[in-house]
């Protein structure tokens, strides 16, 4: 394998209720990345009852953060399964430690930062639904299911996610603040890091779909 394959390693960052769902799927649909989600590998592994999937859930039921050792061996070992395909990272890496043992597998091309203001993000989440066992995620405002109050797909019930309240909102988007930080200056510092900063998902698309065809012009090796 040469340089000539095009091979883009590529991570999506933002808060809960930023669009980062929503435009992860639009970036991989559009320029057919490989994507992966830590929310819906973690889901998965809950839902087949592996070892990490146990003891992801006990950290999620304690309302804890899953460990990084976790999160990081469960997304490296997804990983070397898409050896040969360009991806996108949702969810992951969310801490300095994850950022820094991705660095030591791969190297990351882009980083697409979300930056969507704190109000906007307080009223997406408050008008969100999800189905509990996909994790298919809905927005009465831009996203609303066909039926209301049911998942296109399976017709069952939507619920409200237990830390969607205004109270846990706000704690949520403090952790996940604090959490990234360091990981935006650690990508900054790499010169990888594009931030993209507006209120509606789609008027943020066009940019990043033309920072995605500047990336994928570039010729990349593929990673170890």
Same mark, same amino acid.
């Given at each position: 394998m040469g340089a000539s394959r095009q091979l883009l390693r590529a991570v999506i960052l933002g808060s809960p209720g930023s669009g980062k769902h929503t435009l992860s799927l639009r970036i991989t649909k559009h320029f057919q990345l490989k994507r992966l989600s830590s929310g819906d590998l973690l889901r998965d592994n809950v839902l087949r009852d592996t070892e990490i999937g146990v003891l992801a859930n006990d950290f999620m039921s304690q309302g804890k953060l899953i460990p990084d050792d976790l999160m990081t061996h469960l997304t490296l070992q997804e990983l070397k399964n898409l050896t040969q395909y360009s991806w996108l990272l949702c969810g992951f890496p969310r801490t300095l430690p994850q950022a820094k043992a991705l660095d030591r597998?791969?190297?990351?091309?882009l980083v697409i930062n979300l930056n969507v203001p704190f109000e906007v993000i307080m009223q997406r !989440?408050?008008?969100r639904w999800v189905h509990p066992a996909s994790g298919r995620v809905y927005n009465l405002e831009f996203n609303p299911p066909k039926v209301d109050g049911m998942d296109?797909?399976?017709g069952e019930p939507l619920v409200k996610r237990e830390d969607d309240t205004p109270v846990t909102?706000?704690?949520?988007?403090k952790a996940y603040e604090d959490q990234t930080k360091p990981v935006l200056e650690h990508y900054q510092k790499k010169g990888v890091l594009e931030t993209f900063s507006g209120r509606e998902t789609n008027k943020l698309w066009p940019y990043i779909h033309a920072c995605m065809q500047?990336? !994928?012009t570039q010729k990349y090796q593929p990673s170890p």
């Open positions: 597998v791969h190297q990351i091309h !989440l408050a008008a296109d797909l399976t909102l706000i704690k949520r988007l500047t990336k !994928l």
